[in-house]
């Protein structure tokens, strides 16, 4: 089969160098004073070419955005019409000085009624020496997609970076004294805990390595977003941080037995759930979305596939004390999932429900936030060591990356006829 050609996306060539274009709606053509954007990529290899299109692309898109943006905060909305209006009279100097005019009106008026930053907020957004932060979220939600991340994630990312947005609108309030500000400030008045400082401060350097990607903030400013000594956390364990982070730990053998026995007795489903998993060492998820097709009755095996990693994707011997389990789910699926009654979140995930009915089940049999489903994983994994497992099959068998150059690189892991006689080393009374 042939091979597509390459085909340039907002690209003219004019005179053996390519210039980088893009249509402005008609909607917007009035504040923007133009039906274009038209600028020079400065090379004649299509390639490269492209590749400076699309920051090019990204930074108009952002604008166009700006020109339609709907905001709650007057003066700002204020600021944007007065450029809207500034660019729009580029070709009536005299209309030009009248709204320069009102611009330095309002900003004086700001200055003595509000805060000195407030104001000159007013002024740079009003000169367009400043964006707003928010007309720049739709093109980066689409770079994190591009990039691969869920859109939980992006959803998540999306409501921590609101909690910037109300107190720092634009960009030229991005500085390492502000930012610092802002988010000991927030970290109060909300009282946040350690865990969710750092997840915002997180989603804040994104966004931020983003605007510097597409030419907003300069590439060697060292990034503003940091998490405050008194919220910094730590996993070592003589660490004197009070936020020091306490791992996830393995339910014991008796601990995961007694489980398993509540979840039969008031949730059928459940209980077949936490068996698969305690005799496989799956998370929560594959097995929640593992299709019947996937599995071989008559090889004994469960093939993971679209893991969170690479080395995710693998085939699991089934356990012989779960294999009429699942032979029965496989026979009475009415859909293509082995677990066919659930049903999936608006992140496509089909874990969520249920993996909530089980954080319900430990709370109520006493077990506190080190132990999640997770822990069912780690139980599996330690009933391998404990029986001498060598870690490479058991790396093979729960999906881990192996960190060793031989192994790790070079070899082409463990058969299955190992990872089989490895795996009916577990055992436990259910």
Known sequence: ????PFRPQNLELRYKTYFAVLTVPKDVQYILGKKRFFKTTGTGDIKVAQAKAELFVIKWKSEIANARLKVDDPDIKSALELNQMLKASKIN????????????EETDRLRDET??????????????????LKSFVPEWEKNQRTNNLQEKTISQMKSDLNHLFDFLPSTNLITNEYCDLWIKNVAQSESLSSASVGRIISACRNFYKFLQEIGIFPEQIENPFKVPIAFRRSKKPKAKSKNKIQSWIAFSKIDLESIYKAALENDDELSKLIKICS????????ICS??????DLNNKTITIVDAKTNAGNRV???HPKIKSLIT????????????DSLSENKYRDRSNAIGKR??????KLGFGKQHVFHSIRKTFTTELERNDVPESVTADIVGHEKQTMTYGLYSSGSSLEQKRKAIIKVKFSF
């Open 115 to 132: 805060l000195e930053i407030m104001s000159e907020t007013f002024n740079q957004i009003a000169l367009g020496k400043s964006k707003v």
């Open 279 to 286: 005799y496989t060492g799956a998370r929560i998820e594959e």
């Open 1 to 4: 089969m042939s091979k597509k």
């Open 290 to 295: 593992l299709k019947v097709d996937h599995i």
């Open 316 to 318: 699991i011997p089934i």
């Open 328 to 339: 029965k789910m496989v026979n009475e699926s009415s859909n293509k999932f082995l677990f």
């Open 93 to 104: 100097s005299t209309n030009r000085a009248e709204i320069l005019d009102v611009i330095d």
């Open 358 to 363: 089980f954080g319900r089940l430990k709370k």
